[in-house]
Nanobody, 123 residues
């Protein structure tokens, strides 16, 4: 089992920045992927970005490229999501997720999930 704990959500004005953190514990041996999804009210949970903690390879959704950046601290089994130039449409609950070493962008591929953290961007 892998446990994921997110932190860093909150309320920010449009154009502002926030940084989310996600710490993994439990069975975290070997290279694995950690990512972020988000779910706005009334919408499906959608992929945001993910990184392979072993290789450092990362991929992101087109909607956040150039604004969001994912980074890792392997010693802490922690990933960070730096969100810049935030827009009201970025408002959602952001979920951290984890899986094995193969990169994936679909919700179904991730067996482990955090509890979610709310990000609200006001206009």
């Amino acid at each position: 089992q892998v446990q994921l704990v997110e932190s860093g959500g909150g309320l920010v004005q449009a154009g502002g920045s926030l940084r989310l953190s996600c710490a993994a514990s439990g069975r975290t041996f070997g290279p694995f992927v950690m990512g972020w999804f988000r779910q706005a009210p009334g919408k499906e949970r959608e992929f945001v970005t993910a990184i392979n903690l072993g290789s450092g390879f990362a991929t992101s959704a087109e909607s956040v490229k150039g604004r969001f950046d994912i980074s890792r601290d392997n010693a802490k089994n922690t990933v960070y999501l730096q969100m810049n130039s935030l827009k009201p449409e970025d408002t959602a609950v952001y979920y951290c997720a984890s899986k094995g070493a193969i990169m994936a962008t679909t919700r179904q591929a991730y067996p482990y999930w955090g509890q979610g953290t709310q990000v609200t961007v006001s206009s």
